[in-house]
């Protein structure tokens, strides 16, 4: 609660930051009113709706989303990437609800995204979306991403939507078990050989992911970019493992950013 509490006092007082708001919302009013009345959990819980410029809408149903949506459309942590292509074949692992669909689509109409969400409320709300915003090109898989195919379990979070991981310390005891698959098996299962970016936020899994990758792997693959969880392993030595394979690797917004240099 103290994190909720201190991050809405942050952008309330924060006058740029409506600033902000008001050149990417219809009305930024929204975001605030959202804050107000998704603070506590359960409150109220029919979906606000923030209405973008160019017509596209975000449903907020909880707190974490209005934190989400100011990271990819505020912060832009998304924004400005290495991608040297207007088509360019994306791979997401760690889907969400589909903020991070509708920002990179609309930076890149052309694109064609691959998604993936293992959890099934996350999994509904990116399907609604995609459906709610004509978004083309998307493949939604219910699955989760990591070194070798099966199943896991997933870890879910009490308060985060996007907290769910497959470690428990990361969110609670209370888990579903979900269908995994491979970056080798994605790539080959869809006959890929240029990816231009593979987004990675779920939560740790990232690790035995990239830890995955071979040169070949590596070949195919130009761009990624993932969120570091620094309490179950060292990004240095993960860094060190991409920079080995060819991979240039930088520091923004919180995120990790790995560009190959060896085409």
């Not at 809405?8 to 919302?25: C, D, P």
């Not at 080959?188 to 990675?200: A, E, G, H, P, T």
Request: charged residues 20%; glycine residues 4%; proline residues 5%.
């Amino acid at each position: 609660m103290s994190f909720r509490l201190n991050w809405t006092i942050k952008q309330i007082t924060n006058v740029e930051r409506f600033s902000a708001h008001k050149a990417i919302l219809k009305s930024p009013w929204q975001f605030y009113l959202g804050l107000l009345i998704k603070f506590i959990p359960g409150l109220y819980k029919n979906p606000i709706k923030l209405v973008l410029l160019n017509g596209n809408k975000i449903l907020i149903k909880d707190f974490m989303s209005l934190y989400i949506y100011n990271e990819i459309f505020i912060d832009g942590c998304y924004d400005n990437l290495p991608i040297k292509s207007d088509k360019p074949l994306i791979i997401e692992v760690g889907a969400n609800t589909g903020l991070f669909v509708q920002r990179i689509k609309s930076t890149y109409p052309a694109a064609e995204v691959i998604s993936f969400e293992p959890y099934p409320p996350n999994y509904d709300s990116l399907l609604e979306t995609i459906k709610l915003n004509k978004i083309d090109n998307v493949r939604a898989k219910m699955m989760a991403v990591s070194d070798k195919p099966g199943k896991l379990k997933l870890f879910i979070h009490p308060t985060n939507i996007g907290g769910h991981s497959i470690y428990k310390e990361n969110s609670s005891e209370n888990y579903v078990e979900v269908d995994t698959t491979t970056i080798k098996s994605i790539l080959s299962d869809n006959n890929i050989q240029v990816c231009n970016l593979l987004k990675l936020d779920c939560e740790g899994a990232e690790y035995p992911i990239l830890k995955s990758f071979t040169k070949e792997i590596a070949s195919k693959i130009r761009n990624i970019i993932y969120e570091p969880t620094p309490n179950q392993y060292s990004a240095d030595e993960l860094n060190s493992f991409l920079r080995e394979l060819g991979y240039n690797i930088i520091h923004r917004h919180g995120l990790i950013v790995a560009t190959m240099e060896k085409i």
